[in-house]
């Protein structure tokens, strides 16, 4: 149910693609990045999860925008919707089968710029021991920040995916008619993404 998100997230990570200067490698801040989900519960309402632990990072060059690779990994067994008994199921053979895979994985293999503010990435999502091309609206980037730690950028993503289409398939018929559980999962990904600095020679 909710766990078809992928993902997919940290793909947001290209939000920077216009904003790094020369080749550079812009690793995800977890602390600061959310992959949030919403799915339809009796047909009525929607219940809302994230994911808590992920890590990924995008290389890109300036130069070259469009051929920035992005890479992002998520703790399936971090799924949290704020409820402990809906949290286990969710983590069971039922849905992700944490046991047998316990990560979701993208890997992109296209990137378009559609306006100034808006993206196309194209990518493979591995879930639940499936791979299947996804596509996530991007906006972005902002603009860079500075600290201590390095460069700052953020960016958001959206996309709609059909858990079935990853073999997550369970559900129940409801008396009235109609099911318990939609199968059209929404995800937003709000992502910053730090480029630290080169560590000066000796």
């Not at 919403?38 to 890109?60: D, P, Q, W, Y």
């Not at 920035?68 to 053979?93: F, G, Q, V, W, Y």
């Not at 990560?103 to 293999?109: C, K, L």
Request: no cysteine; proline share 4%; aromatic share 6%.
């Amino acid at each position: 149910m909710l766990h078809t998100f992928r993902i997919v997230t940290s793909l947001v990570a290209t939000a920077f693609l216009t904003t790094a200067a020369g080749a550079a490698t812009w690793e995800i801040d977890p602390a600061h990045t959310s992959v949030q989900f919403a799915v339809r519960h009796l047909m009525i309402s929607n219940v809302r999860g994230e994911f808590t632990k992920l890590t990924g990072r995008v290389e890109v060059d300036e130069a070259a925008p469009a051929a920035a690779r992005i890479e992002a990994t998520i703790d399936a067994a971090s799924i949290d919707t704020r409820n402990r008994k809906r949290d286990d199921h969710l983590r069971s053979p039922d849905f992700l089968n944490v046991e047998k895979f316990p990560t979701i994985e993208f890997r992109s293999t296209k990137i378009e710029k559609v306006a100034d503010a808006s993206w196309k990435v194209t990518g493979n999502l591995t879930l639940h021991g499936v791979t299947r091309e996804v596509g996530l609206d991007l906006q972005g980037p902002t603009q860079q920040v500075k600290d201590t730690r390095g460069l700052h950028v953020g960016a958001q993503a959206t996309t709609t995916i059909n858990r079935k289409d990853f073999g997550i398939n369970w559900n129940e018929s409801l008396d009235g008619g109609g099911v318990l559980i939609g199968e059209e999962v929404s995800i937003t990904i709000d992502v910053e993404v730090i480029r630290k600095p080169t560590p000066a020679l000796p």
